[in-house]
């Protein structure tokens, strides 16, 4: 049954899980015909902390991020999770779902999970993650998690999407501190260390602490009112994670009374804008490639055109005006 | 000094060793000088066979990288690597630098080693990666290797760049098959198991070598003529890197004369024309951000402008054809 844009942005305004979840999947589609509703939920969103949660593979993020749901939930506030899956970028099927970790938040209305498969884009994170954040904002949730799998670029764009940034290193995962080898460690405004129950996380801890002496976390990235914290957690016991969620609200307090939040928001929405902009462009692609797209890749083949000539000519053809 | 592009060319053509050190630096910078040296270099590439070798940090790549090369030089041949450093997305400076454990292949002429820093662009791979396989391919190095450190997009961008993709696991990094957790599983042509001195190896080799008969790496990403290898190796004795050689030589002769490698080219040339209109789009971003780009960040701050309408807006008003 189609449940037309207006209808279903009014039932998630209102906490429709259903009609949450219908958005969500347009949002993934990147279909034309979501863009309305899509963008009605950006005007009402604004209000939710948005929270990225980051570390390398097998050091315990899913457990962190399940965890720490509870907590949010045990202090009264809704939390909504975007996990972003373990897809294949070719097939675009997921593999492993972390969200079989997810279980036990299952029956409370006042958590959210999806998962969404990365496709694989060009452009790091999944497509309509951003748009995901903004359904569950506008939907009311107090606190959306985003968390992603694996390092690099993925982590580089949810620092600029997200308010609090928490990365999580382990011990004993072959690196000392994983975060430098992934150059995610001056992305992170938390920094967690989890399996702390093993003998080697002080470390861990140690080590992250005197970097973070040294002065290698400040920089343009990090507001230099703000020294991010080492938090050291147990998944077992469950330990550490009340603390966790304090220094995140605790940042989050402090990007407001330094102001740093403008400017935070400010780059989030300079990088979506570009973000927008390379799908657009990403799109016509896609739609015109039969076309006289051909004959620019025909002559790169034989090398008589360069990419980045090829590219002015592409944009130039693709006169993207027309789109308004 | 400066030294006008042709002459700049012409040496790096011949081989000259400083001449293609200035133009890979020119590669890096993503100044518009650079445009006409690099885009004649691009027209002389086209004949070395580009190898990316890839998998998740601690897997042992680098190591692999240089005993590889060593063999590929016994072989007769000539090598260039192009290592992606894992520096800061932000900063822009490595931490830590991968060209210390390649030192043993100094004296070579017949090896060249260059590190580039990851500039925390948008668009994954560090900017210019592409431009230095071009000048190091028209410099008439027969293999180019290109590694990168991380998992998750780079590697994604890694495969369609090269032609042969080797994936490199390590037994006890936590997660089973760390490729599989990646999403870097299917890209592979080639995979390499590191460390098979420890123990835990067996398994990880049995692991994907029955993941790989279960078909997960038959998709769009790979030739369904080949199947990809799963080669043992250990750093410590050296084992198994000539077998690693013979496999990526294999890999050359099947997509030869199964007809794949022209598929493969008109892959690459696709995503690099792609990437090559992002990259004019950043560019006119970042020089234009201060003017009319403000007006629309600020509607998209007051959430009465969304960032796909912001997005259609700018690339109306950047008016890209000028740049032809």
Not at 89 to 106: H, Q, T
Request: hydrophobic share 45%; net charge negative.
């Amino acid at each position: 049954m189609y449940v037309p844009s207006e209808a279903l942005v009014a039932r998630a305004l209102d906490g429709e899980v259903r009609a949450i979840s219908r958005l969500l999947t347009r949002a993934e589609s990147g279909v034309a015909e979501a863009r309305p509703a899509l963008d009605a939920m950006f005007r009402h969103a604004g209000r939710a902390h948005v929270v990225g949660i980051t570390g390398v593979p097998g050091s315990g993020k899913s457990t962190l991020v399940a965890q720490l749901a509870a907590v949010v939930r045990r202090g009264g506030r809704t939390v909504a999770i975007v996990a972003i899956d373990p897809s294949s970028p070719f097939s675009g099927g997921a593999i492993l779902g972390d969200r079989i970790r997810m279980g036990e938040l299952g029956g409370d209305p006042g958590v959210y999970v999806r998962s969404m498969a990365t496709r694989g884009a060009l452009g790091g994170i999944a497509r309509g993650t951003l748009e995901a954040v903004d359904v569950l904002d506008a939907a009311g949730f107090d606190v959306v998690m985003i968390e992603t799998v694996g390092v690099g670029q993925d982590e580089v764009e949810i620092a600029t999407a997200a308010h609090t940034t928490v990365v999580v290193s382990a011990p004993g995962l072959g690196d000392d501190i994983q975060a430098i080898k992934a150059g995610i460690l001056e992305i992170a405004d938390v920094h967690v260390v989890s399996k702390c129950d093993k003998p080697e996380a002080n470390r861990t801890v140690a080590d992250l602490k005197s970097m973070l002496a040294l002065g290698l976390s400040l920089d343009a990235g990090t507001d230099p009112a703000w020294r991010p914290p080492v938090v050291p957690t147990s998944a077992y016991e469950g330990q550490g994670i009340d603390a966790v969620l304090a220094a995140i609200d605790a940042h989050r307090t402090a990007l407001e009374s330094s102001g740093e939040i403008a400017r935070r928001r400010t780059r989030i929405a300079e990088r979506r804008l570009l973000k927008a902009g390379e799908e657009i462009l990403r799109d016509r692609f896609v739609r015109e490639r039969s076309g006289h797209i051909q004959v620019l890749i025909d002559q790169m083949l034989c090398r008589t055109l360069s990419p980045h000539a090829a590219a002015v000519r592409l944009l130039n053809e693709l006169s993207l005006g027309e789109e308004a």
